[in-house]
C-alpha cells in the first residue's frame, strides 16, 4: 500500500509513568517496546491495544532496535543488551550480556539481522553476533562516547556517529578489519558552550537511506539554533542538505522510509514533531505537531505505520512519556 | 574539643606572642578575641579546599536514590562503611567512606552560582566577607610565616564565577594568590638585567620611603603593599613548589594527568610547603544537560584524584594537621530535565569533609525517599563554616576588629556541628 506523508493520522496513543526516549516494533510488527527513564520496558501489542511491561534491565533503558526476523535489542546505562524473542504471545528474553563497562550510548542491528553493533561512553564499540549475543569485532574512537551507530546496506561499513566537543564525528568503519574509511566533521551541530566547557550539542541519531548513498545525522543547529538533520554523501563525505525545523531543540532520530521520504522527530519541552521530507530538496511534505518532543521514532517494515515516544511534563521536567502511533492511510 | 582546650601558661604566652605578631603584621586588622586555643609549635594547621564549581549532583554522588524517580540512571554501591551507600561512579571512595565525613542534610537554599560560590565559602549570604581560604589563612596566621596564606589553583575560565568576595574586609593581604592553569605565579625569575646589588638598593629605598609615608598615615595599605614584596620574594625565592616535575611519574599517574589531577598535586606540594589554605576548583559539574553523562566523565577524575590526594596527605603525615572540604556551591534539582540535565538546587544536598578535626566516618542527616527534601538534622552553610574553623581549631565564636568596627568571624546565628567535630 502506498504511504502518503501527508495523510499521516494518529490512531493510538499510550501513556507511561515516565519519559520515553526510544521505541522499535518487531521485526512482525506485533509488538513496539519503549523505554527510557526507568527499569522496565513498555511492551506495545499492537493488534491487542494493551500494553504490559517488561523487566529486567536494572537501569535506564536507552536504545531499542529490532533484529533479523524476530528479536528486538534493549540496551541500558549499565553496559547490558537483552534479545528479547517476539516470536511468541510475548516478548521473551533469549540472551542477555554485559556488554560494556559504562552506559550504552548507541545501538544499531545490521540489516541481514545476523549482527548489532553497540558504542559507548568510553568511545568503545563492540559488534556482536545477534544470535548468541557474542562479540565478533571491537573498534575504539579515542575519548569520545559514541553517540550514533549504523549498519550499511552493503554489509561491510559500519558508521558512528561519537561526541568530540566542538566537532562531532561521523566514521565510516569496514568493521570487520577494523580499517578506517573516512571522517566526517559535522561543526554545524555542535553546541558547545565556552562559559562551561561542555558541548551540549553533538549528533543525536544517525541513519542511512536504504539505497546506501545517504547518510543522515540529528541534532540541533548550534547553541540556541533549531532542530536539524544534515545529509552527506557517503562516498564522498560533503554535506548535500540542511534541513531544519521551526523548532528549537533537537531532531533526535531519522528514518528513511521504503517510499523515499525522510522522517524526523524532535522538539523542546511542551513542543514536539514528527516531520516528513523529501530528501532530494530542502522541502518539508507534512508536519504533525506534538505536545512533547519526540524522542525516537520506528517505522514499521511494511511502512504502514510508524511509532513516536515522547517525554511529556511541566516546564522543563518531563515526568511522564508517551509512545504514539500513527499510520498513512488513504 | 580543639577551640575550648583549656588555657595553660605556654598556650598564652604562645598565643599573646602570635596576637602580638599578628597584630604587627596586620596593622588595622586586629583581632578582638583569642581565636585559637593552641599551642603554635604543633603542626600548623591547614585546609584544602576542593571546589566543585557548577555544582555536582547529590544523587550521583553522595546521596543516591537509586530506582526513584529522581533518582537517576546510575547505581548505589556499598561502601567501607557498614550500611551505608554512594553512587557508583565513586568506586575508589567507596573504599574509603570510613574515612570522610559526609553531611546529607545541607539546605543552603542558594541555587545561584554566585551567589553560592560565595556563601559556601564565606558562611555567608551577606556580602563582604572573607572567604574560607582568605580567613583561614588570616585566622591560622604564624609570624614566621612568609608564604601567601591563601593560594587558590583554577582555570582561566570565562565566567569566574569561582572568584567571589575573596578577602573582603581581610584586606589585599588575604586575597590569595591565584595559580591558573597549573602555571605558577608569573615573573618568578629576577630579570638577568636586574643584578642582585640592583635589587637590594631598589628594596632599601623602598622600604625606607614606606617607613617615612607611614608617619601620620593609616599603616594598613602600607603593611599590605609591604606584605604583598615579601611574599613576592618568598615565592620567588621558592619558586621550585610549583615545579611539579620535581614529582615522580607514578605520582602524576595516580594524581590523574588532568587538569583537576594535576592541580591536587600542586595542592599537595603548597600545603608541604607551608602554605595554610589552598582551594582546588574542580570545574564543569553544571549540567543542565545529558547530567548523567557529564557526572560519569567528571566524577571518574574527582574519584580517583580524590583516594589518590588523601593516601598522600595521610601517609606524609599531613592529614592529622590538615581538614579537607569537598564542597560546590550548590546541589542538582530531583528533577530531571527536558534534555536529561538537573538544573541548581539548594534544598537538600551534600558535603564531605575529612582529615583534622573531623569524625572520620560519620554521615550526617539524611534527605527523603525522592531526595527532595531534608529529613532530618537540617544543615545551614553557616553551620558547615562554624565547623569548618573548629575543625582547624579555630574558635568560630571569635570576632575581628577590622578599623574600629566588631565582626563575627563566623555568622551567630549559626553554630558548629557538634556530631562532626573530633
Known amino acids: 500500500m502506498k504511504s502518503d506523508p501527508t495523510k499521516i493520522k494518529e490512531v493510538a496513543e499510550y501513556k507511561h509513568h515516565s519519559p520515553l526516549v526510544s521505541c522499535a516494533f518487531d521485526p512482525t510488527a506485533r509488538f513496539v517496546l519503549a523505554g527510557g527513564r526507568d527499569r522496565n520496558i513498555l511492551c506495545l501489542d499492537v493488534a491487542a491495544k494493551s500494553t504490559t511491561e517488561l523487566s529486567g534491565h536494572e537501569t535506564w533503558v536507552g536504545n531499542i532496535v529490532r533484529s533479523g526476523t524476530d528479536l528486538i535489542l534493549t540496551a541500558d546505562f549499565a553496559g547490558v543488551v537483552f534479545a528479547w524473542d517476539c516470536t511468541g504471545d510475548k516478548p521473551r528474553q533469549r540472551w542477555k550480556i554485559t556488554a560494556h563497562a559504562s552506559t550504552i550510548y ?29 562479540r565478533m569485532h571491537k573498534l575504539r574512537i579515542e575519548g569520545h562516547p559514541v553517540y550514533g551507530l549504523a549498519f550499511h546496506p552493503d554489509g561491510q561499513r ?37 562559559v562551561e566547557d561542555i558541548e551540549w550539542g553533538g549528533i543525536r541519531g544517525i541513519t542511512i537511506s536504504p539505497d546506501g548513498n545517504t547518510l543522515v545525522a540529528c541534532g540541533s543547529n548550534e547553541y540556541s539554533g533549531p532542530a536539524c538533520a544534515l545529509l552527506f554523501d557517503i562516498a564522498t563525505g560533503e554535506l548535500k542538505l540542511k534541513l531544519a525545523s521551526q523548532l528549537k531543540g533537537f531532531y533526535y532520530s531519522a528514518q528513511f522510509h521504503a517510499q523515499g521520504f525522510l522522517l524526523t522527530a524532535g522538539g523542546d519541552i511542551g513542543k514536539g514533531e514528527l516531520r516528513a521530507w523529501d530528501p532530494t530538496k530542502d522541502e518539508s511534505l507534512a508536519t504533525t505537531a506534538t505536545i512533547g518532543p519526540c524522542t525516537s521514532l520506528d517505522v514499521q517494515p511494511s511502512g504502514e505505520r510508524c511509532v513516536v515516544t515522547q517525554m511529556i511534563g511541566q516546564r522543563s521536567y518531563p515526568d511522564s512519556g508517551s509512545l504514539t502511533v500513527y499510520e498513512w492511510s488513504e | ?133 582568605s580567613a583561614v589563612a588570616k585566622l591560622l596566621e604564624r609570624s614566621e610565616d612568609v608564604l601567601p596564606g591563601y593560594v587558590s589553583i583554577r582555570r582561566d575560565g570565562p565566567k569566574a564565577y569561582t572568584d567571589v568576595g575573596d578577602a573582603g574586609f581581610l584586606g589585599a593581604k588575604y586575597q590569595g594568590v591565584r595559580v591558573v592553569n597549573n602555571q605558577p605565579p608569573e ?8 643584578k642582585p646589588t640592583l635589587a637590594e638598593t631598589v628594596d632599601r629605598i623602598r622600604k625606607s620611603n614606606d617607613e617615612r609615608f607611614r608617619q601620620g598615615r593609616d599603616a594598613a595599605p602600607i603593611d599590605a603593599y609591604r606584605t604583598t614584596f615579601e611574599q613576592a620574594q618568598a615565592l620567588m625565592d621558592r619558586r621550585e613548589i610549583f615545579d611539579l616535575t620535581k614529582e615522580s611519574g607514578a605520582d602524576h ?52 584524584t580524590l583516594v589518590t590526594l588523601l ?40 558535603v564531605a569533609m575529612a582529615g583534622c578535626g573531623v569524625k572520620p566516618g560519620v554521615v550526617y542527616g539524611s534527605t527523603n525517599d525522592l531526595g527532595t527534601e531534608v529529613k532530618d538534622k537540617p544543615v545551614k552553610l553557616g553551620d558547615l563554616f562554624h565547623t569548618y574553623l573548629r575543625a582547624v581549631g579555630i574558635d568560630s565564636s571569635a570576632s575581628y576588629s577590622i578599623g574600629g568596627q566588631t565582626n563575627p568571624v563566623a555568622d551567630p546565628a549559626a553554630k558548629p556541628i557538634d556530631e562532626l567535630l573530633a
Not at chain 1, 548507541?106 to 559488534?127: E, Q, W
Not at chain 2, 556563601?119 to 556580602?127: D, F, T
Not at chain 2, 615573573?187 to 636586574?194: D, E, G
Request: positive net charge.
Open chain 2, 187 to 194: 615573573n618568578l625569575v629576577q630579570p638577568a638585567a636586574v
Open chain 1, 106 to 134: 548507541a545501538l544499531a542491528a545490521s540489516p541481514d539481522g545476523k549482527l548489532f553493533a553497540t558504542g559507548d561512553r568510553d568511545g568503545n564499540i563492540h559488534v556482536w553476533q545477534a544470535s548468541d549475543g557474542k
Open chain 2, 253 to 304: 599517574e595516580q594524581y590523574g594527568k588532568h587538569e583537576f589531577g594535576q592541580n591536587c598535586l600542586l595542592a599537595r606540594r603548597l600545603l608541604q610547603s607551608g602554605v595554610t589554605c589552598v582551594k582546588v576548583t574542580h570545574f564543569d559539574w553544571d549540567a543542565h544537560q545529558d547530567n548523567f553523562y557529564w557526572h560519569q566523565i567528571r566524577c571518574a577524575e574527582f574519584d580517583r
Open chain 2, 1 to 133: 574539643m580543639a577551640g575550648r582546650q583549656s588555657r595553660t601558661a605556654a598556650s598564652e604566652i604562645s598565643r599573646r606572642t602570635w596576637l602580638q605578631g599578628t597584630a604587627a603584621a596586620l596593622g588595622a586588622g586586629a583581632i578582638e578575641q583569642p581565636l585559637r586555643a593552641e599551642v603554635s609549635t604543633l603542626p600548623r594547621k591547614q585546609l584544602l579546599l576542593l571546589f566543585l564549581s557548577g555544582g555536582a549532583s547529590q544523587f550521583e554522588t553522595w546521596d543516591p536514590k537509586t530506582g526513584t524517580k529522581t533518582g537517576g540512571p546510575f547505581r548505589a554501591i556499598s561502601t567501607s562503611l557498614p550500611g551505608v551507600q554512594i553512587g557508583e561512579l565513586l568506586p575508589h571512595t567507596s573504599k574509603i567512606m570510613h574515612r570522610l565525613t559526609v553531611v546529607r542534610s545541607l539546605n543552603s537554599n542558594i541555587p545561584d552560582h554566585f551567589q553560592g560560590h560565595y556563601a559556601m565559602q564565606s558562611g555567608r549570604i551577606a556580602p563582604g566577607y572573607p572567604v574560607l581560604g
Open chain 2, 311 to 350: 593516601d598522600d596527605l595521610e601517609r606524609r603525615g599531613m592529614l592529622e594537621h590538615t581538614l579537607v572540604v569537598i564542597s560546590g556551591e550548590m546541589g542538582r534539582t530531583p528533577q530531571i530535565n527536558k534534555l536529561g540535565g538537573r538544573d541548581h538546587w539548594g534544598r537538600a544536598w551534600s
Open chain 1, 158 to 194: 559500519l558508521i558512528s556517529a561519537d561526541r568530540q566537543p566542538k566537532k562531532p564525528r561521523l566514521k565510516v568503519w569496514e568493521f570487520a578489519t577494523g580499517k578506517e574509511q573516512r571522517s566526517i566533521d559535522v561543526p554545524q551541530l555542535s553546541a558547545y558552550r565556552r
